[in-house]
């Protein structure tokens, strides 16, 4: 079938003009046009700069339409679309595309899907905590389902990212910031959106993101620049990139940032040397939007033909947003400076992914009324409660207030407890509020006896008629995202206020934490007698929060990236090297005079409602790989699930390395006084590392092997290698 593809990719390009081929590569989102005098983009910025209002934004967007080129479709001048995520729309631009252009050629759709369509399940980040491979794949099944149904083929997901500054905003669509958990979660969602079979109409490509090292933008500032070893982009960045190649992503997004100085859109090392010749990726290469016109302010192109002429030429397929190549590559074919077989090569790449979808063969994949059947089943919700649930993340629980008791009167305070638009956090575009439920609605839906104060009004006679006080605080969903950096990760002081006022009451209180992003929340963790890291849930925020504080379920999160004490300790993160002066009580050590050493919550923390003991560990060096085992018991009088984490230090090596990396995870569920056992087989392969010159070498010597709750697991053996 492949070959077949090919024979009719080279028979299409040789009857395209040039014109024709062009088109193909590029990507447009529909303009928005109305009664504003300036363009769409900058009436954005205008809201977010303060200088008019939501309301005012709002009024002028009811006046707008949406334009959708369709003189240049027919001129063959697109071959594929952004952000249109409805049937209707898509067919009938689907039926321009095959039936009004010369050549026929279908249409792409893509879309962010980022965390689910309709069916929005938790952000990236949150759904991390609940180390289940199995689970994220699931979920992006549902998001598949839902999104080829509204007519996208392609969806700009999953970003796998590493992220260690919790200053970043993006730090909410990724996987947190291990290096392994991110190939795995980036492995599994490819495998949920594209399923087994692309033709299938239920399938959609996805499109890894951001090639490369997106995540370490300097100072945790979105769109900065990255400066990296070799050796650590290739350790620490590049290896969850290369597991969603090899699960079969057909799609890549190159990073706004640059590497050692040159822009990931241009950058021919990254996108032909490394992504085309050394992992054989033959898929689709898309530009960030409007990236490649920016490399004309990143400084190292003159102007937007400059900038077409070195995308293309680096290997970048196709334009999303920035019009360089319909305005510019004519004429640099026709120069000679781009040469048509370049040119061609990226159609190909166009061609193979729509020949992969089935688009030519079925154009139209959906309808309205598949559409309609598609959205919110009863299965789809299920499934986001059960990824909320897991996604849930208990990090304190002093003299056991939760779970409460069925009966327990409850004071709730805080908007957040029931502004349902806030549950869906950034990017989950095919969103609608009505879609979500509250906490304070789901109270009501389940017959709790519960008082509700968005602002703490009230609070002393709430407070004095209620069992326990819960405070809905942390970051609304436009405080996390893209283009949402924040210098200071703290709680606000609105916030800070009201937990302060409620435990001034003297009613134990119970704090529920919304953000996107890990938060720097000392007196929290010092003050509040419970906390519930619930992140942004989804469209099932309510019901998964009531069934952990409540105890329906057991909670079994677990962080995946550090909480920090200050944000000036940003970034931290837990594999970090050592220095010859590890920070300590001593003064002349790698410390802060104004932040504790260790952070508030460490990475791979999260509590149960249970506990669980670890016994004998074993360590044993097999023929290619460390053989890891340990015995975990229940020991307290509820079934859980606990993650055992495998964590290991080289000793002594040929490079510095980090205090601890983490190699393996496994969730096992106990019985009430259950003991079982969990394994991990390491490769040796998967503990060698690069020397000064970038030569593989391997791990040598002794190493130490720590098995435990989290990060900072005591449990340890050595084995010389």
Same mark, same amino acid.
């Not at 789809?380 to 409460?404: F, Q």
């Not at 956090?425 to 979500?436: K, L, N």
């Given at each position: 079938m492949k070959k077949n593809y090919e024979e009719r990719i080279r028979t299409l390009l040789s009857k395209m003009t040039l014109e024709e081929k062009i088109g193909q590569l590029q990507q447009c989102g529909p303009s928005l046009v109305g009664a504003f005098d300036v363009s769409f983009d900058e009436l954005l910025n205008m809201m977010f700069d303060g200088r008019i209002t939501r309301e005012e934004f709002d009024r002028l967007m009811g006046t707008a339409e949406q334009d959708f080129h369709e003189d240049d479709l027919r001129a063959g001048k697109i071959g594929s679309y952004n952000g249109i995520g409805d049937s209707a729309a898509a067919n009938r631009l689907q039926k321009i595309a095959v039936e009004e252009t010369r050549l026929g050629i279908p249409l792409l759709f893509g879309y962010d899907v980022i965390h689910g369509f309709r069916t929005v399940t938790p952000i990236p980040l949150a759904e991390s905590c609940a180390w289940e491979p199995k689970l994220w794949e699931k979920t992006g099944r549902v998001a598949a389902k839902e999104a080829t149904a509204a007519g996208v083929h392609l969806t700009f997901a999953p970003m796998v990212d590493v992220a260690k500054d919790a200053r970043w905003g993006r730090v909410s669509e990724g996987a947190g910031e291990d290096v392994l958990l991110n190939a795995d979660y980036g492995a599994a969602k490819v495998k949920g959106f594209q399923g087994d079979d692309l033709t299938k109409e239920d399938a959609m490509a996805a499109c890894l993101k951001h090639f490369a090292a997106y995540g370490a933008g300097e100072a945790g500032r979105d769109y900065n620049r990255v400066d990296l070893s070799v050796q650590r982009l290739w350790e620490e960045y590049m290896p969850a990139y290369k597991a969603c190649i090899d699960a079969g992503a057909r799609a890549v997004m190159p990073a706004f940032n640059d590497i050692n100085g040159v822009p990931c859109?241009?950058?021919?090392?990254?996108? /032909?040397?490394?992504?085309?010749?050394?992992? %054989?990726?033959?898929?689709? !290469?898309? $530009?960030?939007?409007?990236?490649?016109?920016?490399?004309?302010?990143?400084?190292?192109?003159?102007?937007?033909?400059? &900038?077409?002429?070195?995308?293309?030429?680096? *290997?970048?397929?196709?334009?999303?947003? $920035?019009?360089?190549?319909?305005?510019?590559?004519?004429? +640099?074919?026709?120069? *000679?400076?781009? #040469?048509?077989?370049?040119?061609?090569?990226?159609?190909?790449?166009?061609? /193979?992914?729509?020949?992969? +979808?089935?688009?030519?063969?079925? #154009?139209?994949?959906?309808?309205?009324?598949?559409? $309609? !059947?598609?959205?919110?089943?009863?299965?789809?919700? &299920?499934?986001?409660?059960?990824?909320?649930?897991? $996604? +849930? !993340?208990? +990090?304190?629980?002093?003299?056991?207030?939760? #779970?409460?008791?069925?009966?327990?009167?409850?004071?709730?305070? @805080?908007?957040? &407890?029931?502004?349902? @638009?806030?549950?869906? %956090? &950034?990017?989950?575009? *095919?969103?609608? #509020?009505?879609?979500?439920?509250?906490?304070?609605?789901a109270c009501q839906e389940r017959g709790i006896s519960c008082q509700y104060s968005e602002d703490g009004k009230d609070m002393l006679k709430i407070a004095a008629s209620s069992d326990v006080l819960i405070a809905a605080v942390g970051e609304m969903k436009e405080e996390s995202g893209e283009a949402a950096s924040r210098a200071d990760i703290t709680l606000n002081r609105e916030h800070l206020a009201l937990v302060r006022d409620l435990l001034a009451t003297g009613k134990p209180v119970v704090v529920v934490l919304f953000n996107g992003r890990p938060l720097a929340i000392p007196e929290l963790a010092e003050h509040v007698p419970a906390i519930l890291e619930a992140w942004h849930p989804g469209v099932e925020a309510g019901p998964a929060i009531l069934d952990v504080l409540f105890g329906d379920v057991n909670p079994s999160g677990k962080l995946t990236t550090t909480f920090p004490a200050a944000t000036g300790q940003c970034p931290m993160y837990y594999a970090h090297i050592n220095t010859g002066r590890p920070g300590g009580k001593s003064k002349f050590t790698s410390k802060y005079l104004d932040a504790p050493v260790e952070p508030v919550y460490p990475f791979g923390y999260g509590l149960s409602y249970t506990t669980f003991a670890y016994g004998e560990l074993k360590v044993e060096k097999k023929e290619d790989a460390v053989w890891v085992s340990v015995s975990v018991s229940n020991t307290g009088e509820r079934d859980g699930e606990e993650t055992v984490q495998c964590y290991v230090q080289h000793v002594a090596a040929k490079r510095v390395r980090p205090v601890r990396q983490l190699k393996g995870y496994e969730k096992v569920g106990l019985k009430a006084g259950e003991t079982k056992e969990a394994g991990f087989m390491i490769p040796f392969a998967e503990l060698s590392y690069y020397d000064w010159d970038m030569n593989k070498i391997p791990c040598e010597g002794v190493l130490r092997v720590y098995v435990g709750g989290d990060s900072r697991a005591e449990l340890m053996e050595e084995v010389v290698l």
């Open positions: 859109t241009v950058n021919s090392w990254l996108l /032909r040397d490394v992504l085309r010749e050394k992992w %054989g990726f033959n898929g689709l !290469v898309i $530009s960030d939007s409007n990236a490649i016109a920016e490399c004309v302010s990143h400084g190292i192109a003159k102007d937007k033909r400059d &900038a077409a002429k070195q995308a293309l030429l680096a *290997g970048m397929d196709m334009d999303m947003s $920035s019009n360089s190549y319909v305005e510019c590559l004519k004429e +640099l074919v026709e120069s *000679g400076e781009v #040469p048509e077989r370049v040119l061609d090569g990226a159609v190909e790449d166009v061609l /193979r992914i729509k020949f992969e +979808l089935g688009l030519f063969d079925h #154009p139209y994949q959906t309808n309205e009324e598949r559409e $309609s !059947v598609c959205m919110l089943t009863e299965e789809s919700r &299920a499934i986001a409660r059960e990824a909320a649930v897991k $996604s +849930l !993340v208990l +990090l304190k629980n002093e003299n056991h207030i939760l #779970p409460l008791k069925s009966d327990a009167k409850i004071g709730i305070f @805080g908007s957040l &407890a029931a502004d349902k @638009g806030q549950m869906t %956090g &950034a990017w989950a575009i *095919g969103a609608r #509020p009505e879609d979500c439920v509250s906490m304070v609605e």
